[in-house]
Protein backbone atom coordinates (compact mmCIF):
# COMPACT_ATOMS: atom_id res chain seq x y z
CA UNK A 1 0.00 0.00 0.00
CA UNK A 2 1.43 3.25 -1.41
CA UNK A 3 0.13 7.01 -2.04
CA UNK A 4 0.91 9.59 -3.73
CA UNK A 5 1.05 12.86 -1.57
CA UNK A 6 1.98 16.54 -2.01
CA UNK A 7 3.74 18.06 0.86
CA UNK A 8 5.47 21.45 0.83
CA UNK A 9 4.54 21.52 -2.94
CA UNK A 10 6.52 19.14 -3.78
CA UNK A 11 4.74 15.30 -4.39
CA UNK A 12 5.97 11.79 -2.67
CA UNK A 13 5.60 8.30 -2.73
CA UNK A 14 5.24 7.27 0.92
CA UNK A 15 4.93 3.59 2.16
CA UNK A 16 4.07 2.98 5.94
CA UNK A 17 6.80 2.25 8.45
CA UNK A 18 9.64 4.69 5.81
CA UNK A 19 11.37 7.99 6.44
CA UNK A 20 11.19 10.79 4.02
CA UNK A 21 13.02 14.58 3.86
CA UNK A 22 10.99 17.47 3.07
CA UNK A 23 11.71 20.97 2.92
CA UNK A 24 11.79 22.18 6.27
CA UNK A 25 8.35 22.09 8.07
CA UNK A 26 7.52 24.49 11.02
CA UNK A 27 6.85 21.72 13.31
CA UNK A 28 8.95 20.81 16.34
CA UNK A 29 10.39 17.20 16.54
CA UNK A 30 8.09 14.76 17.94
CA UNK A 31 4.91 16.12 16.69
CA UNK A 32 2.30 14.46 14.71
CA UNK A 33 1.33 16.07 11.51
CA UNK A 34 -1.13 15.20 9.13
CA UNK A 35 -0.78 15.27 5.22
CA UNK A 36 -4.45 15.99 3.37
CA UNK A 37 -3.18 16.26 -0.56
CA UNK A 38 -2.91 13.05 -1.51
CA UNK A 39 -3.51 12.91 -4.83
CA UNK A 40 -3.18 8.74 -5.60
CA UNK A 41 -4.12 5.98 -3.20
CA UNK A 42 -3.34 2.34 -4.31
CA UNK A 43 -4.73 -0.30 -1.44
CA UNK A 44 -4.19 -4.07 -2.63
CA UNK A 45 -3.51 -3.29 -6.74
CA UNK A 46 -6.71 -0.92 -5.99
CA UNK A 47 -5.98 2.47 -7.36
CA UNK A 48 -7.70 5.61 -6.51
CA UNK A 49 -7.26 8.73 -8.47
CA UNK A 50 -7.98 12.41 -6.75
CA UNK A 51 -10.28 15.10 -8.10
CA UNK A 52 -7.86 16.50 -7.61
CA UNK A 53 -7.64 14.97 -4.01
CA UNK A 54 -8.53 11.74 -2.60
CA UNK A 55 -11.65 12.20 -0.65
CA UNK A 56 -11.27 10.78 3.39
CA UNK A 57 -7.94 9.88 3.11
CA UNK A 58 -4.64 11.33 4.92
CA UNK A 59 -1.44 10.90 5.17
CA UNK A 60 -0.66 10.54 9.30
CA UNK A 61 3.66 11.42 10.23
CA UNK A 62 5.80 12.43 12.82
CA UNK A 63 8.57 14.87 12.38
CA UNK A 64 11.91 12.76 13.76
CA UNK A 65 14.88 15.98 13.03
CA UNK A 66 15.89 19.21 11.07
CA UNK A 67 18.46 17.94 9.68
CA UNK A 68 20.50 20.33 7.25
CA UNK A 69 21.83 19.12 3.79
CA UNK A 70 25.04 18.92 1.74
CA UNK A 71 26.86 22.20 1.28
CA UNK A 72 26.67 22.77 -2.68
CA UNK A 73 28.82 25.01 -4.52
CA UNK A 74 27.63 27.79 -6.39
CA UNK A 75 31.15 29.49 -8.77
CA UNK A 76 30.06 32.07 -10.90
CA UNK A 77 33.15 33.71 -13.46
CA UNK A 78 33.02 35.72 -16.74
CA UNK A 79 36.53 35.42 -18.52
CA UNK A 80 38.50 38.44 -19.63
CA UNK A 81 36.68 40.59 -16.89
CA UNK A 82 38.19 39.74 -13.72
CA UNK A 83 34.99 38.50 -12.51
CA UNK A 84 34.33 35.75 -9.94
CA UNK A 85 32.05 34.80 -7.00
CA UNK A 86 31.85 31.69 -5.19
CA UNK A 87 29.22 30.83 -2.88
CA UNK A 88 27.82 27.84 -0.40
CA UNK A 89 24.44 26.94 0.28
CA UNK A 90 22.86 23.95 2.94
CA UNK A 91 19.15 23.54 2.55
CA UNK A 92 17.35 22.67 5.61
CA UNK A 93 14.89 19.52 5.43
CA UNK A 94 12.62 17.92 7.59
CA UNK A 95 12.73 14.25 8.77
CA UNK A 96 9.52 12.26 8.74
CA UNK A 97 8.34 9.03 9.44
CA UNK A 98 5.12 7.92 8.12
CA UNK A 99 2.85 5.95 10.58
CA UNK A 100 -0.07 5.78 8.56
CA UNK A 101 -2.17 6.23 5.16
CA UNK A 102 -5.78 5.94 5.85
CA UNK A 103 -9.03 7.55 7.27
CA UNK A 104 -8.39 11.58 9.29
CA UNK A 105 -8.24 10.38 12.82
CA UNK A 106 -8.45 14.23 13.70
CA UNK A 107 -4.90 15.19 15.00
CA UNK A 108 -3.01 17.90 14.17
CA UNK A 109 -2.98 19.23 10.70
CA UNK A 110 -0.68 19.03 8.14
CA UNK A 111 2.45 21.90 9.11
CA UNK A 112 2.89 24.77 6.67
CA UNK A 113 6.18 25.47 5.57
CA UNK A 114 8.86 27.68 8.14
CA UNK A 115 7.63 31.11 7.50
CA UNK A 116 7.27 34.57 9.77
CA UNK A 117 3.51 34.27 10.95
CA UNK A 118 1.32 37.49 11.37
CA UNK A 119 -0.33 37.50 14.74
CA UNK A 120 -4.10 37.75 14.48
CA UNK A 121 -5.42 41.07 15.61
CA UNK A 122 -8.25 41.15 18.60
CA UNK A 123 -11.86 42.90 17.26
CA UNK A 124 -10.82 45.39 19.99
CA UNK A 125 -7.75 46.79 18.25
CA UNK A 126 -9.55 46.79 15.11
CA UNK A 127 -12.64 48.96 16.09
CA UNK A 128 -9.65 51.05 17.76
CA UNK A 129 -8.13 51.14 14.41
CA UNK A 130 -11.29 51.92 12.49
CA UNK A 131 -12.08 54.73 15.08
CA UNK A 132 -8.79 56.26 14.19
CA UNK A 133 -9.07 56.37 10.45
CA UNK A 134 -12.66 57.95 10.47
CA UNK A 135 -11.50 60.88 12.97
CA UNK A 136 -8.37 61.16 10.50
CA UNK A 137 -10.82 61.34 7.82
CA UNK A 138 -13.06 63.97 9.81
CA UNK A 139 -9.72 66.02 10.21
CA UNK A 140 -8.91 66.06 6.94
CA UNK A 141 -12.54 67.29 5.53
CA UNK A 142 -12.80 70.10 7.61
CA UNK A 143 -9.32 71.29 6.49
CA UNK A 144 -10.13 70.86 3.13
CA UNK A 145 -13.47 73.12 3.73
CA UNK A 146 -11.33 75.71 5.57
CA UNK A 147 -8.38 76.89 2.89
CA UNK A 148 -9.76 79.66 1.11
CA UNK A 149 -10.69 79.38 -2.10
CA UNK A 150 -7.50 80.03 -4.95
CA UNK A 151 -7.97 83.20 -6.87
CA UNK A 152 -8.48 82.70 -10.59
CA UNK A 153 -5.06 83.59 -12.44
CA UNK A 154 -5.33 86.88 -14.28
CA UNK A 155 -4.90 86.06 -18.12
CA UNK A 156 -2.16 87.79 -20.17
CA UNK A 157 -3.06 89.95 -22.73
CA UNK A 158 -2.18 89.38 -25.73
CA UNK A 159 1.15 90.85 -26.80
CA UNK A 160 0.94 93.47 -30.11
CA UNK A 161 1.86 91.60 -32.98
CA UNK A 162 5.18 93.47 -34.67
CA UNK A 163 4.91 94.99 -38.30
CA UNK A 164 6.11 93.12 -40.65
CA UNK A 165 9.36 94.56 -41.90
CA UNK A 166 9.78 96.27 -45.08
CA UNK A 167 11.66 94.50 -47.69
CA UNK A 168 14.81 95.45 -49.12
CA UNK A 169 15.15 96.64 -52.81
CA UNK A 170 17.21 93.96 -54.68
CA UNK A 171 20.28 95.35 -55.65
CA UNK A 172 21.54 96.39 -58.93
CA UNK A 173 23.43 93.89 -60.68
CA UNK A 174 26.82 95.39 -62.32
CA UNK A 175 27.29 95.52 -65.74
CA UNK A 176 29.58 92.63 -67.29
CA UNK A 177 33.56 93.83 -67.85
CA UNK A 178 33.90 94.05 -71.71
CA UNK A 179 36.09 91.42 -72.77
CA UNK A 180 39.72 92.08 -74.07
CA UNK A 181 40.62 92.20 -77.48
CA UNK A 182 43.25 89.52 -78.60
CA UNK A 183 46.57 90.26 -79.26
CA UNK A 184 47.82 90.33 -82.85
CA UNK A 185 49.72 87.40 -83.96
CA UNK A 186 53.55 88.41 -84.79
CA UNK A 187 54.54 87.64 -88.01
CA UNK A 188 56.84 84.59 -88.40
CA UNK A 189 60.70 85.61 -88.81
CA UNK A 190 61.88 85.27 -92.63
CA UNK A 191 63.88 82.17 -93.52
CA UNK A 192 67.35 82.63 -93.59
CA UNK A 193 68.58 82.03 -97.71
CA UNK A 194 71.32 79.10 -97.26
CA UNK A 195 74.85 79.66 -97.50
CA UNK A 196 76.66 79.39 -101.37
CA UNK A 197 78.83 76.55 -101.38
CA UNK A 198 82.58 77.20 -101.52
CA UNK A 199 84.08 76.35 -104.96
CA UNK A 200 86.48 72.97 -103.80
CA UNK A 201 90.42 74.28 -104.84
CA UNK A 202 92.18 73.17 -107.42
CA UNK A 203 95.54 71.09 -106.39
CA UNK A 204 99.02 72.65 -107.24
CA UNK A 205 100.01 69.09 -109.28
CA UNK A 206 97.21 70.21 -112.85
CA UNK A 207 98.20 73.69 -112.77
CA UNK A 208 101.83 73.01 -113.20
CA UNK A 209 101.06 70.54 -116.49
CA UNK A 210 99.44 73.44 -118.27
Known sequence: MYAIVEIAGQQFKVEEGRNIFVHRLDAAEGDNIEFEKVLLLD???????????????????????????????????KRRKGYQKR????????????????????IKKQAA?????????????????????????????SEVKKAPAKKPA??????EKKAPAAKKAPAVKKAPAAKKAPAAKKAPAAKKAPAAKKAPAKSAGKTEKK
Open 43 to 77: TDGTVTVGEPVVDNTVVEGRVVAHPRGDKVIIFKK
Open 87 to 106: NGHRQDFTEVEILRIGAPSG
Open 113 to 141: PRAEKKEAESPVAEEVKAEAKSEVKSEVK
Open 154 to 159: AKKEPA
